[in-house]
């Protein structure tokens, strides 16, 4: 009984407490860009270097596709991990991280430097080492799997942004599953990459992340310097913002 009395004889006291209510069920309610995306949301894949060569650089059969959003001209560096296989000869088969000299160690062929090569002119360099001793026109393939000095920049609306390696080829699902999630008011519908096209003209592209995780849009590649801008929902921002400025005005005893 008290208790309604002082809420009938106190308009003021009366109008915060709705007002307090009324954000408290606002916060209640699920925020869709709120939630994060999960770092098994697409497939991991490795990055393909190059097909396998013979002595003289040219293609043999088996290949494999070169991954969209790969840049050919890509230079090996220090701690790069990449797959070797010669073909025909499945013992050959392994998984070798350049070091810090740019070097990679070898079966019956020991060290051989490859940073600062491409993979396929570090192919051939492997190549012709087997060809000089052990082999008879070996096809040697060289797949790199994790890139190390390649960096891609998340900001905006998100839990960690930041710089980020590039560690094989990513979409934009994994590279936004890289930053932890969404901030509050996060706007996924319009996530803004933008990129150094042909002759160092900035391009800009812009995804609804709810159409690609519906599969209506394609989940796009990333590249190699690439900017992923995550903006606020201004409406979404501006109502809160909206609601905590009238509170604070009926919690004011000076208005």
Do not use: C
């Not at 190699?224 to 604070?248: E, G, H, P």
């Amino acid at each position: 009984m008290r208790q309604q009395l002082f809420m009938t004889s106190n308009p003021r006291a009366s109008a915060a407490f709705w007002v307090i209510g009324v954000v408290a069920v606002a916060a209640a309610l699920p925020l869709q860009a709120q939630t994060p995306v999960s770092a098994n949301a697409a497939t991991a894949h490795a990055v393909p270097a190059s097909a396998p060569l013979d002595a003289n650089g040219a293609d043999s059969a088996p290949t494999r596709s070169p991954a969209q959003g790969v840049d050919a001209n890509y230079r090996i560096s220090p701690n790069d991990l990449m797959e070797f296989d010669v073909f025909g000869v499945p013992d050959m088969k392994r998984d070798v991280r350049v070091n810090a000299s740019g070097e990679v160690s070898l079966p019956l062929i020991g060290q051989v430097p490859v940073a600062g090569l491409t993979a396929q002119a570090a192919a051939r360099l492997i190549a012709d080492r087997y060809k000089e001793k052990y082999l008879q026109d070996p096809q040697v393939s060289l797949f790199i799997k994790e890139f190390t000095t390649q960096r891609i920049a998340i900001e905006g609306a998100v839990l960690k942004p930041g710089v980020y390696p590039m560690t094989g080829q990513l979409t934009l699902l994994r590279a936004l599953a890289l930053s932890g999630g969404f901030a509050p008011y996060a706007d996924i519908n319009k996530i803004v990459v933008y990129r150094h096209g042909a002759g160092g003209a900035r391009e800009q592209f812009t995804y609804d992340l709810d159409k690609v995780r519906a599969g209506q849009e394609v989940d796009p590649n990333i590249r190699a310097d690439d900017v992923i801008v995550i903006q606020r929902n201004a409406r979404r921002t501006a109502l809160r913002d909206s609601l905590f400025s009238d509170i604070l005005n009926t919690l004011n005893p000076f208005n």
